[in-house]
């Protein structure tokens, strides 16, 4: 753990916990702060996820979110405090680019669906281009898509978010999984209620 509730639970945020009476609940967690370091399990984590969503906000204070995603695994933990994945061609609107430059503050917010999953992260980040090393430690190989620079997000705080309203949702890979299984076992039905009519002979 680390001296950073601050972060997490800003001063104005602890304020207004006080006035709704929410805050005696966190006090432990105040005092205490939240984990900087990336631990084994957030690394497993986000090796099996396939989308995020990148929060930035301009030097000037205008927020933006932008989706992130790729194969499962997209985001490489490059070591215990840094996070990197590659930023593929898109719209060229480079807005999250342009507010990492004038502003590092950044948030990934970490979405696992089916298991109604989320974790949130705060931390710092930015962009490198022009690494050719970088980008193949990052980039999938198979996956279609254009890389044109890298993303590295050094982590300040993470915190498990509760799994209340996340509604189950599964990729088309996982459901074809599912179906695999009970196409497999509607199979071995049939064939043994071939197997029991042929036995018994004609009705």
Known sequence: MSDNTHIVLT?????AMAARGSIAGYAKKIAAGYPDRITPD????ITELDTALLATTSAEGAPYIQHRGGPKGFIKV???KTLGF???????QYITVSNLAGNDRAFLFLLDFANRQ???VWGRARVVEGDPKLMQRLVDPGYRARPERAILFT???WDVNCSQHITERYTQAEVAIAVSGLRDRIAELEAELARVRGQAGPS
């Open 42 to 45: 957030l690394a497993g984590f």
């Open 118 to 120: 989320r974790i949130k």
């Open 78 to 80: 490059l070591d215990d």
């Open 86 to 92: 590659a930023d593929y061609a898109g719209n060229r």
């Open 11 to 15: 001063p104005a945020a602890q304020a």
């Open 155 to 157: 982590v300040e705080a």
